[in-house]
């Protein structure tokens, strides 16, 4: 290289006659040599997606090869060519390979992320000494050594991430950020990180660095598409961090990802009860006392870390009324002091009190006082943890249960018990108790079959053989009181049992202990469907927005395409009211003597497919087929005739029903009130207001005029819509001043006076509205009629 640099120099004059200097032609040799130093990419070389299936792969090397075989092919290049189609194919058809050059970029089985990452830095390092380019030259801090440096410790693979970092998360929250190369955002906020990442890991936060040039899978998974990005990794769920990047916001950031409900405020109103929550909690309680307003966020993440064993309180000493807690439990007001609470709420079990504590001190701290003195088994998981399995003989650990019953305050025998416990505290022995109420099953095996403990506390010693249950044990003859003489025996047997283990004798396999302190169903399933929703939003909404991007594109364009539909079909409806003919419209055309109707003129929004309506009569032959056995959902549209009106009432008839022919679910009949008044009276007696009430001396009932009427049944749910034409209402609301009368001839001369005062009319005018009656029908609007049965037609 500084043979050809020379050369150059040498022809410098030959170079500007030119008009380009030697220093661009330099430049031009630095690019060619860096794209040339560049590893081949498979997919480019075969021409297939990075998505492309084993047959797409196999498709294209074979049309490759047998193009470019150096047989087939004279061309110089050839023979290049084909070897760089095969070792593509190679790395491709092998799904190991073909992975670890999409993670890594290489498709060494050996090579991972380190091997790459000395190769970049070699081929920088001989690009900066063959040609002499200082930082500078691209005014730009960029040194790839010392800043991989940074990350270099902190760098997660998908592996890692998988089975370390989740788990791992719901014991302490994460900041990870994403960088890649050449990415001139990542370098702007280096600084900041690196002062954040020594601040926030002293605290204990975890901290993680994703390359997303080499961890694209992983990059992909978090749902990160661009670099840099700082994201919080919380309970196994991922938080994207929006704001500047600044150490104050990265400070608040972490402290959002926390649970709202980890400390409890104390003050001298409510300490008495925070303290006495052990009994039901069955977890020690701590107590923080500093002058800071807020919790600080060391305390909020040593609180995540261990709330499934304490409870954690602070108080703020410059509070109004927090002199008489200082007071007494002698708390120096200056210093940050910690107080660890068990069984007795009056005096401290531990304390520790330091100016600037560090994390480690605390978590030592915490550790051996993570549990109660005689704290109560309510899970098999804190059984294990509290009395676990014999490794050795060197290693044998002991536990003294006491059997008790549950009480709402403490008893005597479980406080001689605690007294006991805190006398003989030692790293062998364990002492717990078990409520024998709640975890019978476990009692019942430890407890003789005898009377004698009936209803009474009993003490048992007992070691684990292995995690399926199998120990050996040894109950105390007598039931556990709390007396001395019981305290004394106690003792004898745990001094004994150092020098002989053989003392306990008795074995038996103990049932797994009940989670008594686990929620119910419903409220497991409630928060299971609240965190599933999160989930879903979060993912949706916020994280993988980009690749939701198609599927909301697809609903809403679905949604704006049936809207559309709604659209027009209202306005076409809008018009085919507007363009059906009115009442008036009919009798001007009757006058004119226009009697023919005009089908082809009706506006539908359904085309029919005749040019007729089928109007059958309804006779005793065809009354199964028609009614009584009539499909589910089908109905038939009966209009009420006299063979004096049949003529005109079927033309007006089919007129008005011709555009509702298109359904398939409608037929149309006619009846014959000659022939069946008696079937359609009592049909009008289930409907209100129908038909009218027989008078005995009414001589003009039995001629009561029905024409006109039209009845739409469905046979298979038993009921009928009513139609009564419009000349009939009109009929009866004019009756209304006769009703009074009684006699016949009075009535009938009411019929008279109300037939010659409303004058003619046409019959045709009794079917005007049956069209607007109709669409009601099809709305489902109209009033139905129930029947028991349908009657006979004779």
Known sequence: ??????????????????????????????????????????????????????????????????????????????????????????????????????????????????????????????????????????????????????????????????????????????????????????????????????????????IGVVHAGYERRLAHHLGAHSTPSILGIINGKVSFFHNAVVSENLWQFVESLLPGNLVEKVTN????????????????????????????????????????????GYVYVGLRGAEEMTRQYDVNVYTPTILIFKEHIHKPADVIQARGMKRQVIDDFITQNKYLLAARLTSQKLFHELCPVKRSHRQRKYCVVLLTAEATKLSKPFEAFLSFALANTQDTVRFVHVYSNRQQEFASTLLPDSDTFQGKSAVSILERRNTAGRVVYKTLEDPWTGSESDKFILLGYLDQLRKDPALLSSEAVLPDLTDELAPIFLLRWLYSASDYISDCWDSIFHNNWREMMPLLSLVFSALFILFGTVIVQAFSDSNEERESSPPDKEEAREKTGKTEPSFTKEPSSKIPKKGFVEVTELTDITYTSNLVRLRPGHMNVVLILSNSTKTSLLQKFALEVYSFTASSCLHFSFLSLDKHREWLEYLLEFAQDAAPIPNQYDKHFMERDYTGYVLALNGHKKYFCLFKPQKAVEEEEAMGPCSDFDSSLHLGECRGKSSSGLGPRPIKGKLSKLSLWMERLLEGSLQRFYIPSWPDLD
């Open 1 to 206: 290289m500084v043979e050809k640099i020379m050369l150059w120099k040498g022809r410098e004059m030959e170079v500007k006659k030119l008009g380009i200097s030697w220093q661009f032609l330099i430049v031009l040799v630095l690019i060619l040599q860096i794209l040339s130093a560049l590893d081949f990419d498979p997919y480019r070389v075969l021409g297939v997606s990075r998505t492309a299936s084993q047959a797409d792969i196999k498709k294209a090397y074979k049309k490759l090869a047998r193009e470019w075989h150096p047989d087939k092919n004279k061309d110089p290049g050839a023979e290049d060519k084909f070897i760089q189609i095969s070792k593509a194919y190679e790395i491709l058809s092998n799904e190991e390979k073909r992975s670890h050059y999409d993670h890594y970029g290489d498709a060494g089985e050996s090579q991972g992320y380190q091997k790459q990452q000395q190769q970049r830095e070699y081929r920088f390092r001989h690009f900066h000494d063959n040609f002499y380019f200082d930082e500078s030259f691209f005014h730009f801090p960029f040194n790839s050594e010392r800043r991989d440096s940074i990350d270099e410790k902190y760098l997660l693979h998908f592996s890692h991430y998988v089975n370390e970092v989740v788990p791992d998360s719901f014991k302490k929250p994460y900041l990870i950020k994403i960088t890649s190369d050449w990415c001139f955002s990542c370098i702007h906020i280096e600084p900041v990180w690196k002062e954040a990442v020594q601040e926030l890991e002293g605290l204990g936060v975890g």
């Open 269 to 312: 109103k409510n300490y008495v009860r925070f303290l006495s929550g052990w009994q039901q909690e069955n977890k020690p309680r701590v107590l923080l006392f500093d002058q800071m307003p807020t919790v600080p966020l060391l305390y909020k993440l040593t609180a995540f870390a261990y709330k499934d064993y304490l409870s954690f």
